[in-house]
T-cell receptor, first 111, second 115 residues
Framework: DAGVTQSPTHLIKTRGQHVTLRCSPISGHKSVSWYQQVLGQGPQFIFQYYEKEERGRGNFPDRFSARQFPNYSSELNVNALLLGDSALYLC??????????FGPGTRLLVL | AQSVTQPDIHITVSEGASLELRCNYSYGATPYLFWYVQSPGQGLQLLLKYFSGDTLVQGIKGFEAEFKRSQSSFNLRKPSVHWSDAAEYFCAVGATMNRDDKIIFGKGTRLHILP
């Protein structure tokens, strides 16, 4: 079975630009969560979606937004990029309230 | 508020030696607890999880962890490490209120293996 997939794998943007990251969950999983991992730190929760509804939001500014599509895939959007947004962005999927399985991540570099 | 503390930022052990990585958590109810491993530049792989029941949990790659409620700890152990175990290890607690299944991670422990 395919695991969680994310695209792109790497991305370079400049300050002020916008970025869209994509995630496809494991087949049958209806929940998708997004995490930001800054170098040298543990992942920080950004959003969780379940059945296309936002179920949780971490302490991130409104520049960060997300959505989940009918096929349960998800997009994370970040507007007005800052240097501090450079990080590994991880997507995780789960069936219900239980184990989250992570994708390989998208590494974003903001110059 | 929920939190996870991994007191050791770096640990170095010799190949073949035993390993214990420490984790303490703060959570208002019975927690869901996890250990994940991350190799350089990679995503997170689940090693093991505790939801309920037997407090000694077996995972993949020969790892185990013990949940001790009285100490709010969930330490990860392996009897004999291999060079391929060198990676970053994250302890995490699941916050499962209102179907919000976010995970709160510790800052990680980087494991170095001496040949």
């Amino acid at each position: 079975d395919a695991g969680v997939t994310q695209s792109p794998t790497h991305l370079i943007k400049t300050r002020g630009q916008h970025v869209t990251l994509r995630c496809s969950p494991i087949s049958g999983h209806k929940s998708v969560s997004w995490y930001q991992q800054v170098l040298g730190q543990g992942p920080q929760f950004i959003f969780q979606y379940y059945e296309k509804e936002e179920r949780g939001r971490g302490n991130f500014p409104d520049r960060f937004s997300a959505r989940q599509f009918p096929n349960y895939s998800s997009e994370l959007n970040v507007n007005a990029l800052l240097l501090g947004d450079s990080a590994l962005y991880l997507c995780a999927s789960s069936w219900q309230q239980e184990t989250q399985y992570f994708g390989p991540g998208t590494r974003l570099l903001v110059l | 508020a929920q939190s996870v503390t991994q007191p050791d930022i770096h640990i170095t052990v010799s190949e073949g030696a035993s390993l214990e990585l420490r984790c303490n958590y703060s959570y208002g109810a019975t927690p869901y607890l996890f250990w994940y491993v991350q190799s350089p530049g990679q995503g997170l792989q689940l090693l093991l999880k505790y939801f309920s029941g037997d407090t000694l949990v077996q995972g993949i790659k020969g790892f185990e962890a013990e949940f001790k409620r009285s100490q709010s700890s969930f330490n990860l152990r392996k009897p004999s490490v291999h060079w391929s175990d060198a990676a970053e290890y994250f302890c995490a607690v699941g916050a499962t209120m209102n179907r919000d299944d976010k995970i709160i991670f510790g800052k990680g422990t980087r494991l170095h293996i001496l040949p």
